[in-house]
């Protein structure tokens, strides 16, 4: 019989899990090199502006804090990995951007009720293992009449497509746990966020990257650099033969996508679910 503590004491082990996995490899350099204008089309798409409060769940090295930051907000970057921090801190100093950095749980946020009046997160909260969970608590922290602002891919875009291709080699996920991409679908998003919100808005966007020239560049920085594919390599060790498939597999996908072919072989457009709510009253 699974006790209450036994319970605690898995969901403690798997947030050390996720920590880990965003702590190796280089994700601060990634989101600045591959995706460096997402954060700043969320926090347009929620028109923060000067003077409001605003939270970054699952903030990262602040590719959405310090954008919203520079609009003139009293921002707070919170990350369950705070060694992404470093090299947030470092780019906010040279960007002119002052913000506060606080380690947190997407699913247990230590803030107050209502306390800010934008919530947002870019690529962020979609990876909190407890979807319901997560969402509970980007309601609870953000004002009546307030925003929540979400950016998170889409299964059938790119990277979406770049997990299924990994699942298979991955150990399974513990119970409860859900895919990320299902927060770029909007009738989850909906389902999560339910009646607490209104005038939800959902639109599929695609940022256009052009940082790889062929499939094999794609797949090697991210074996280098992006915790998720680190931590499935890692696992293969001792699967020589099955890292080698993973490796053709994810160079497939990229060709697939058009990586290396035709006269835009240099360019992947990766797809994301834009949403915007108000909290209702």
Not at 11 to 23: N, V, Y
Not at 44 to 49: K, S
Not at 111 to 130: I, K, Q, R, W
Request: glycine content about 10%.
């Amino acid at each position: 019989m699974t006790t209450q503590n036994d319970t605690a004491e898995a969901d403690r082990a798997l947030k050390t899990k996720h920590r880990a996995m965003w702590a190796q490899g280089d994700y601060p350099s990634l989101a600045a090199e591959v995706i460096p204008t997402l954060g700043a089309a969320l926090v347009e798409a929620c028109g923060v502006r000067s003077g409001q409060r605003v939270l970054d769940v699952g903030a990262g090295a602040g590719n959405a804090a310090i954008p919203a930051a520079l609009a003139g907000a009293d921002v707070v970057a919170s990350d369950l990995t705070p060694e992404l921090f470093e090299a947030g801190r470092r780019a906010a100093e040279q960007r002119g951007a002052r913000l506060t950095w606080q380690e947190a749980d997407a699913e247990a946020l230590p803030f107050g009720d209502a306390e800010f009046d934008t919530v947002l997160s870019c690529v962020g909260v979609m990876f909190a293992p407890h979807h319901q969970q997560a969402a509970d608590e980007l309601v609870r922290v953000c004002r009546p009449g307030g925003t929540i602002g979400l950016l998170s891919w889409t299964p059938q875009g790119f990277i979406g497509r770049m997990f299924a291709t990994m699942k298979p080699y991955a150990p399974p996920p513990p119970p409860g746990a859900q895919p990320p991409p299902l927060w770029g679908d909007e009738d989850h998003v909906r389902a999560l966020l339910g009646d607490r919100v209104t005038d939800l808005r959902a639109e599929r966007r695609t940022v256009r990257v052009e940082r790889f020239d062929t499939p094999e560049t794609f797949r090697d920085y991210f074996k280098e650099r992006y915790g998720p594919t680190i931590t499935v390599y890692k696992s293969l060790a001792d699967a020589p033969e099955r890292a080698a498939a993973l490796d053709r597999d994810l160079a497939d996908l990229a060709r697939d996508a058009g990586l290396g072919t035709g006269p835009d072989g240099a360019a992947l457009d990766w797809e994301y679910l834009l949403c915007t709510a108000r909290r209702a009253g």
